[in-house]
């Protein structure tokens, strides 16, 4: 188009001229809230949630596997299993390899009769709690 000057010149102006887009930051969610997107049961998310849980696992193997085995554990607790895949469970947790994991299925194991009771039988402790909380508070 004509420009007289020379090639240093132009690579300067267009240097120092040149705009740049801001850098795009993406703030990554914080583990409370990855963890309540994991334990929540999938009907009761947004559709939004739905997408950054899909996002972060597909971002982190590690997460993906942990995942998929906390929404195995809830679910045994949830419908109240008989049990029968709670030797599974704590397989797929044991072979995952994170130390975290193993601590979760030797307390699972030493109580495993316990275990089993409190996901078949229909009691619950809840009320027995809340009359230990009333009495600590007198």
């Not at 010149?9 to 990855?34: C, G, M, Y």
Request: glycine share 8%.
């Amino acid at each position: 188009m004509g420009y007289q000057g020379s090639l240093r010149v132009l690579k300067d102006w267009l240097t120092a001229n040149r705009t740049r887009p801001p850098p795009v930051t993406v703030q990554a969610p914080s583990a409370q809230r990855i963890t309540a997107w994991i334990m929540r049961p999938g009907h009761e998310l947004t559709d939004d949630d739905r997408t950054y849980l899909a996002d972060a696992r597909s971002r982190c193997p590690d997460l993906d596997t942990v995942a998929d085995l906390a929404q195995g554990f809830a679910a045994l607790v949830r419908h109240q299993e008989t049990g029968q895949h709670l030797d599974a469970s704590i397989g797929r947790a044991r072979n995952a390899g994170y130390s975290e994991l193993r601590g979760f299925v030797a307390g699972l194991i030493s109580d495993r009769g316990a275990v089993v009771a409190g996901l078949t039988q229909p009691w619950s402790s809840g009320p027995v709690n809340r009359i230990k909380t009333i009495k600590r508070q007198m």
